[in-house]
């Protein structure tokens, strides 16, 4: 079987551990039964960091879907993975790999035993510990996803075809742990009630409204905290909204992501990035006392998610 699977963005701004939208940047997943053992051929981003064991997160994630079917172990498999999700990026990368890897431990069960939809969230949330990245690789799009009861929940939102996705990647990486470290355990009333405002404002900037992008994806709930971790990343987001875009951290960083209004708007984004990342005067053009390398990405949002293909042949 192949399974193709998006990046994605979580938080997308204001939207903290709630709003994700997927990223048509597409990691890719070969699976094919063996007569025995396992075996691996990875290649592309971060292939030579994963292990090539039971170990693997892919590997996990197929045993979690046998698990959750009561279908004991993993049948002998091979695995071909090629990674273009950034990994430690902010892009979604182990979301893409639980949901490639849940998905392709689903369709190796029979028929009869396979997890439904919501199982197949259920179990994909639990493994990546929240639904915000798994929701859009799975529907793609964008998805409004919360938590009742233990129960993962995820609608899914048509993203305006107008909008543009372009990001900026950076060479260094900063861990989701270090970055969800740096967050205050309380807020302000008035801080949660801007925040819930822009939240419920960018729905309905990125369903329909997509001129309201700037003001939308400001955000105070996560951002700020995080800046001391990705001073270059916060640098470069300060200054393009400075310019007009709708910039923000993609996740929990370090990767930018500009929301833009069309593709002459996406163009202008993307100009505007690599002027402002090659100055070296800027502070977004060093991290820690060493240059950083950006590259930009114009990107779209996938109307479907995650595809799985099976074949006998």
Do not use: K
């Amino acid at each position: 079987m192949r399974v193709t699977v998006p990046a994605s963005t979580g938080n997308v701004g204001p939207g903290f551990d709630s709003l994700g939208l997927a990223l048509d940047h597409c990691d890719s997943l070969q699976v094919t039964r063996i007569e025995r053992g396992l075996e691996f051929e990875l290649s592309g981003e971060g292939a030579h960091d994963v292990p090539r064991t039971a170990e693997h997160l892919v590997v996990r994630a197929m045993q979690a879907a046998f698990d959750a079917a009561g279908a004991g172990a993993l049948p002998p498999l091979r695995i071909t993975a090629h990674n273009v999700i950034p990994h430690g990026r902010g892009m979604g990368s182990s979301a893409s790999a639980v949901v490639a890897g849940v998905l392709a431990g689903n369709a190796l069960l029979p028929e009869d035993a396979r997890l439904g939809a919501d199982e197949v969230l259920q179990v994909c949330s639990r493994l990546e510990g929240h639904p915000d990245n798994v929701a859009p690789t799975l529907l793609g799009g964008l998805t409004i996803s919360w938590e009742e009861n233990g129960h993962f929940h995820s609608v899914p939102v048509r993203a305006h075809p107008d909008v543009v996705p372009v990001v900026a990647v950076p060479d260094f990486e900063v861990a989701t742990s270090v970055a969800r470290g740096l967050l205050p355990d309380s807020v302000a009333h008035h801080t949660a009630a801007v925040n819930a405002g822009r939240a419920a404002l960018l729905v309905a900037a990125l369903g329909e409204r997509p001129e309201l992008l700037l003001p939308a994806t400001f955000d105070l709930l996560h951002q700020p905290y995080r800046a001391q971790a990705m001073a270059p990343s916060h640098d470069l987001v300060t200054r393009l909204r400075e310019r007009g875009h709708a910039a923000l951290i993609s996740g929990a960083g370090p990767t930018v992501l500009v929301l833009a209004h069309g593709e002459d708007a996406a163009r202008a984004a993307t100009e505007a990035i690599a002027e402002i990342t090659g100055d070296p005067a800027a502070s977004a053009a060093s991290h820690r006392g060493a240059p950083v390398t950006w590259r930009s990405l114009v990107l779209r949002v996938p109307t479907e998610g995650a595809r799985v293909e099976t074949s006998t042949q």
